[in-house]
């Protein structure tokens, strides 16, 4: 293809878009197409959708709702990507619920709550922006100023009825995960979720089967088995349309009179982007195997900037399943037991077992210097015959033989048993091992912990002394499982085995980099202006949360508001 097929959007664009194709590499994607050499469209429309998650279906709903003519294209064949298969859960500050019930959830209170965590290093209260850029602060600031409506007028319209996250551990609401942090001044009511027809909570799956009612009710084609391929723009840059492939490599090039939004998750199942630009070893991810990065080589084409792209939601996997396919079927979001502590490749606990997901994952970036590797490449969750029989069925623990839990009659046994299924494992690992001294070290780590167990305080990593973290332990604890020690998130490991282990790795919910956006999800070119006619929304673009996981529904809840902005904006523009 010649610089003549491509349209003249200008230098600035041009060039950006080349630049960023080029340093992707062959990702597959493709040049954008220029609209003065397609002799014929498959079908019109005024805005198109691509994808159909959390982020697109807002989108669609409230282009739709805008009077708009909106289609939408899915890449799988089923509806919903990976917020079908998701908790269900979406984090909306000053929600109408949390109001109804008197629960108060001020916006300099929550900017604070958000800024300190995705910006840690920049964060000053005293700042007019908490001392973050002017773009970075204005994104945090339009969620907050347009979550609660967006989900309030989901549920006038009848396309998304929430109510609560369900509570637990006494506690009437799930807490926010940094519901102790001196800056979270609303640590309960944030976390809602899809409501059933008989009222009770339901999952990601129950959003997908709303979001779809409500999109076949408004007359919204959606058409299944199509990837979007590259965009089609016009003179002067403006996108109009998509060019799509289905399954059987057949084209059909789709009109976009108003605007084209993408809701086409992360790229944590391209195996490719993943090295190139997460921050360190990661291995798959509980995402739906669609997710492999569409957007970011279409959008590079026509000159996006990517931002965020070295973070994710992140999660440990089962190591043993993640190596077979990407695609797990689960991430360990807490590790379930009592008795139960996880150790390094000395045999030393480094975490907090029962805090937050996301921030226990990324210690398997930790970096030996004297080693020259990752010291927690892998990691390893051990537990004795009580916690294996009580706990089964709460993932990982399986309620039988599983191929990926290891067992020694003791510690040494443990340690020998681990070791040769390490040496199995070396050509994905590049040969990590345990230390020489593994067993030993484990035998006096459970010592240590036995006596934190008895006496109910962990002295090294405080286990149980946040609400988030007696949250999680009883979300992953049978009913009628007991445990009379003072803290019931730990109890003395037995004396004697059998012991058992399972291998963890850093994996992810979903990746959250992309092309950056602005206020109104406008995707920006590499100077900060918005390329006309192309949206974002979701993990498919660089998150509004940065490096930040807010708390559970902190994916969705986003997602569902900057789709919301796109559709709307995209709709407007006539």
Sequence with gaps: ???????????????????????????????????????????????????????????????????????????????????????????????????????????????????????????????????????????????????????ERLEALGALHSTFFPGGAGYEYMPDYYGARPENAAPFGRILSPRLPDGAPGMGAEIARQFEAAVRSRGIEVRFGQRAVRLVQAEGGAVVGVEVAGADGKTARLRARRGVVFGTGGFIHNAQLRRRFLRGPVYGGCTVPAAQGDFIPIAQAAGAQLGNMQHAWWAELVFEQAVVNSAVPMNVFVPPGDAMVQVDRTGRRYVNEKFVYNERAQLHFVWDPQRAEYRNLLTFMVYDRRVAEQFAGMFPLPQGPAPYVIEGADFAALGAALAARLKQLAPHTGGFALADDFAAQLGKTVTRFNGFAASGKDVDFERGQTPVE??????????????????????PLADSGPYYAIMLCAGVLDTKGGPRIDSHARVLDAFGAPIPGLYGAGNCIASPAAQAYWSAGGTIGPAL??????????????
């Design 1 to 151: 293809m010649t610089q003549e097929d491509l349209p003249d959007v200008g230098r600035r664009r041009l060039l950006a878009g080349g630049a960023g194709v080029a340093g992707l590499g062959l990702l597959g994607a493709a040049p954008v197409l220029a609209a003065d050499r397609v002799d014929h469209w498959d079908a019109e429309t005024d805005v198109l959708v691509v994808g159909t998650g959390a982020a697109a279906s807002a989108a669609a709903i409230f282009a739709r709702e805008a009077g708009a003519a909106v289609a939408m294209v899915e890449k799988a064949d089923y509806f919903g990507g990976t917020t079908a298969k998701s908790q269900g859960g979406y984090w909306i500050p000053n929600n109408h619920l949390m109001r109804a019930r008197g629960l108060t959830d001020e916006r300099a209170a929550a900017l604070r709550y958000m800024a300190r965590l995705s910006y840690p290093e920049l964060y000053n209260p005293a700042d007019a922006r908490l001392g973050l850029a002017s773009d970075d602060f204005g994104l945090i600031a339009t969620f907050y100023d347009h979550a609660a409506r967006v989900v």
């Design 470 to 491: 007696n949250y999680f332990h009883n979300m992953y604890r049978p009913p009628g499982q007991t445990n009379p020690s003072p803290n019931p998130t730990m109890h």
């Design 561 to 574: 508001t900057f789709g919301a902005l796109a559709g709307e904006h995209a709709a407007g523009r006539g």
